[in-house]
């Protein structure tokens, strides 16, 4: 697919009704719920203790932190960690990543390449299809041309096509690179790659100025998975920091417009509950992912 077939793809999408081919009797739903483990950070329970918290509140897929099973290899192997996934039921949908594939300097970009690529085959090997690929490195100073960054881009999805995991592009609203879906979208055409993904946010989407509505423009193919999280009325945008996210629905973001918007007739999104929330990490963790469960649950009912 080259660029021209894959912004009209985007488009016709975004902005065509999609008409089945027959009638699918048994319906799927809509939205996969998973649990992402900045949820519990703060607990510090480690690797093998966040993953039954999650099973054990009913989540069935989950988003892990690179430095968390990084810390459970160090003496243990990843054959270990794939039998923990198995025998709690789970699937690892994404894993949250740092690498600095993103920035100038040739050098720091050629160490974030092997590291990245040291990481996609540890995620092959416990079944995870997904990495997220944020502007870390690239959040401050100078703006990034585009053109520059698609290049790069492409060259980490061209690491994601030997081992089989994808990098998603992802929105980081505080960033002086990658804060709002114009530049996620141009980066993911221009990139000129089949595999190009985005991964956005709720609080991200909001304090990167695009906003909930922006989501209507991205093509559906692009979106596997969703951070969803909520925020309140104050503080204002401007001031809201990633520790101000709660649960879906407790807050003031247009959610039900949002996962209209989200919602993919072809096949579910991943919606996967982020916040840091210190009040949360100061309560029992099983509570936590209960709630926060039952509360996308909620949200999410009747769409």
């Known amino acids: 697919m080259n660029r021209r077939e894959s912004f009209t793809s985007i488009l016709a999408v975004s902005s065509a009704a999609v008409i089945p081919l027959e009638i699918n009797k048994t319906k799927p739903a809509p939205f996969i719920y998973s649990l992402n483990m900045s949820t519990l950070r703060g607990h510090k329970l480690g690797f093998r203790k966040e993953l039954e918290v999650a099973a054990k509140a009913g989540f069935k897929s989950v988003e892990i932190w690179v430095n968390t099973l990084q810390d459970f290899l160090k003496t243990n192997s990843t054959k270990e960690a794939k039998r923990i996934i198995d025998d709690l039921g789970l699937k690892v949908e994404d894993v949250i990543g740092f690498a600095t594939w993103i920035v100038d300097d040739e050098n720091a970009r050629s160490k974030a390449l092997e590291q990245l690529k040291l990481e996609m085959d540890?995620?092959?090997?416990?079944?995870?299809?997904?990495?997220?690929?944020?502007?870390?490195?690239?959040?401050?100073?100078?703006?990034?041309?585009?053109?520059?960054?698609?290049?790069?881009?492409?060259?980490?999805?061209?690491?994601?096509?030997?081992?089989?995991?994808?990098?998603?592009?992802?929105?980081?609203?505080?960033?002086?690179?990658?804060?709002?879906?114009?530049?996620?979208?141009?980066?993911?055409?221009?990139?000129?790659?089949?595999?190009?993904?985005?991964?956005?946010?709720?609080?991200?989407?909001?304090?990167?100025?695009?906003?909930?509505?922006?989501?209507?423009?991205?093509?559906?193919?692009?979106?596997?998975?969703?951070?969803?999280?909520?925020?309140?009325?104050?503080?204002?945008?401007?001031?809201?920091?990633?520790?101000?996210?709660?649960?879906?629905?407790?807050?003031?973001?247009?959610?039900k417009g949002l996962l209209t918007s989200l919602k993919n007739p072809e096949r579910p999104v991943i919606l996967s509950f982020e916040v840091f929330n210190k009040d949360y990490y100061a309560q029992d963790a099983l509570v936590v992912a209960k709630t926060g469960l039952a509360k996308m649950m909620k949200v999410t009912d009747g769409i």
């Open 122 to 255: 540890q995620l092959a090997e416990i079944g995870c299809p997904r990495v997220a690929a944020p502007p870390m490195g690239a959040t401050t100073g100078a703006a990034l041309e585009l053109p520059r960054i698609a290049e790069r881009y492409r060259k980490i999805l061209e690491l994601g096509e030997q081992t089989k995991v994808v990098p998603h592009l992802e929105l980081w609203g505080f960033s002086k690179n990658l804060s709002r879906v114009g530049e996620l979208l141009y980066v993911a055409v221009e990139s000129d790659h089949p595999s190009a993904r985005v991964l956005m946010d709720v609080y991200h989407l909001h304090k990167g100025g695009s906003g909930m509505d922006s989501v209507k423009d991205v093509g559906k193919p692009l979106i596997e998975i969703f951070h969803i999280n909520d925020y309140p009325e104050t503080p204002p945008r401007e001031a809201i920091t990633d520790a101000d996210r709660i649960y879906p629905g407790d807050g003031v973001a247009p959610l």
